[in-house]
């Protein structure tokens, strides 16, 4: 089993920056990648970004790519999701999530073990 703590949701104002954070803890073994979804309300879950602690690949969303940028600390088996020029649409709580093997997707169904979420809120 692997625990997965988030950190850094908060409220900001449109144009601003917030930085999640999220560890992993447990049989961190199994782990091939780590990343971020999101869910709007009345929305599906969604896909924002992922980095694989096997040669650090990152990959992420088109959606947001131009705004967010994923990166990884093996040392700590932490994530970090730097978003920038933040939108009122981006609202949404954001999940940390674990894969044990290389998604092809980049869909919730790779991903087997959640955080609880965080908020994030952006206003116009």
């Known amino acids: 089993q692997v625990q997965l703590i988030e950190s850094g949701g908060g409220l900001v104002q449109a144009g601003g920056s917030l930085r999640l954070s999220c560890a992993a803890s447990?049989?961190?073994?199994?782990?091939?990648?780590m990343g971020w979804f999101r869910q709007a309300p009345g929305k599906e879950r969604e896909f924002v970004a992922a980095?694989?602690?096997?040669?650090?690949?990152?990959h992420v969303a088109d959606s947001v790519s131009s705004r967010f940028t994923i990166s990884g600390d093996n040392t700590k088996l932490t994530v970090y999701l730097q978003m920038n020029s933040l939108k009122p649409e981006d609202t949404a709580v954001y999940y940390c999530?674990?894969?044990?093997?290389?998604?092809?997707?980049?869909?919730?169904?790779?991903?087997?073990?959640w955080g609880q979420g965080t908020q994030v809120t952006v206003s116009s």
């Open positions: 447990g049989r961190t073994s199994s782990l091939y990648a």
């Open positions: 999530a674990a894969a044990a093997h290389r998604p092809v997707l980049w869909n919730q169904n790779e991903f087997w073990s």
């Open positions: 980095v694989s602690w096997s040669g650090g690949n990152t």
